[in-house]
């Protein structure tokens, strides 16, 4: 009962505190960890990129991205790889990244999935020793632009797992950065770049369209994930449950960034918690899944031969 209290108790304050994003705050929220990878350029200057790393886990770490008060231990676990695809020796830089958040679930050791994405444009401008300025008013960059932008996504899927649209402010703050990015000359941040981009993606946040997906993340931890330790069946049987949510997704819609990102982190996980389920109920999951996500079916296929 004491847990329950206090996860209720943590869960009001999140709520609370998630409001604003652009006011004054205590703490930082991201622990983040920062890998540059440069296997295709030739004659690469590790020290540059030594210097470049650190600058972006300093931006992402040191700076406040929401007006929640968080202890150490209570930063969002998120990692960003880049790698390096062309430098022309000077500073500008054609690179890829791979962005990666994850969230503790109660009494266990163990870090859920909640955002694994990539973006193919990454690219930017930074020579060594330059001042990472950022605005959320205006551009000043566009490698503080996309650093701000995941950012805010990475905290903005976070408190959808904690408050229920807990993460709306975050999304506006980086459809924001999208807005003033957009006639930079940077790949990416246009509509007309196709489909799967960072216009896209905060598109789809706030879309009504894809609303059932940010209540099934908050569902899924509040009756799901934070409960396993204490009733792991009746925790599997409340996912289960929340199931049907993930096809009430429009099936015109269900190609888009959102439902990609949201299965590329969680598709391995559903397997997880849903091969504990009877076998009636492991069919119907893998039913759903695999109409919902038929780019993952195969890894459903568990569902329904695991016994």
Not at 26 to 32: G, R, S, V, Y
Not at 271 to 280: E, K, N, T
């Amino acid at each position: 009962m004491n847990r329950l209290l206090d996860i209720g108790a943590k869960r009001l304050v999140l709520l609370v505190t998630f409001i604003g994003v652009t006011c004054a705050a205590m703490a930082q929220d991201l622990n983040a960890r920062v890998q540059i990878l440069s296997p295709q350029v030739q004659n690469t200057n590790k020290r540059m990129l030594d210097v470049l790393e650190k600058a972006i886990s300093d931006f992402l770490n040191n700076r406040t991205w929401s007006t929640n008060e968080v202890g150490p231990q209570e930063r969002i676990d998120c990692s960003l790889v880049l790698t390096i695809t062309a430098w022309d020796g000077s500073s500008n830089f054609t690179a890829q990244a791979q962005i990666i958040s994850t969230r503790p679930v109660y009494n266990t050791t163990y870090n859920s999935p909640v955002l694994s994405i990539s973006d193919d444009n990454f690219n930017f401008s930074y020579t060594e020793g330059q001042l990472m300025d950022y605005s959320d008013q205006q551009f000043m960059g566009n490698l503080t632009s996309l650093l701000a932008y995941y950012a805010y996504v990475i905290v903005g899927l976070d408190a959808d797992t904690f408050a229920h649209n807990g993460g709306t402010p975050f999304y506006a703050a980086a459809q924001n950065i999208v807005n003033y990015s957009q006639n930079t000359g940077f790949n990416g941040w246009r509509s007309m770049e196709g489909t799967n981009n960072r216009f896209w993606l905060v598109n789809n946040l706030q879309d009504r369209r894809y609303q059932p997906i940010r209540d099934f993340l908050y569902s899924f931890y509040l009756d799901g994930m934070d409960k396993m330790a204490d009733n792991t069946q009746e925790a599997r049987k409340a996912v289960f449950n929340l199931l049907p949510l993930l096809q009430k997704v429009d099936r015109l819609a269900q190609g888009a960034v959102f439902n990609q990102v949201f299965f590329t982190a969680k598709s391995d996980e559903l397997v997880g918690v849903c091969s504990g389920l009877a076998p009636q109920e492991r069919m119907q999951a893998y039913n759903i899944l695999a109409a919902v996500d038929p780019a993952n079916a195969s890894k459903y296929e568990n569902l329904r031969n695991s016994r």
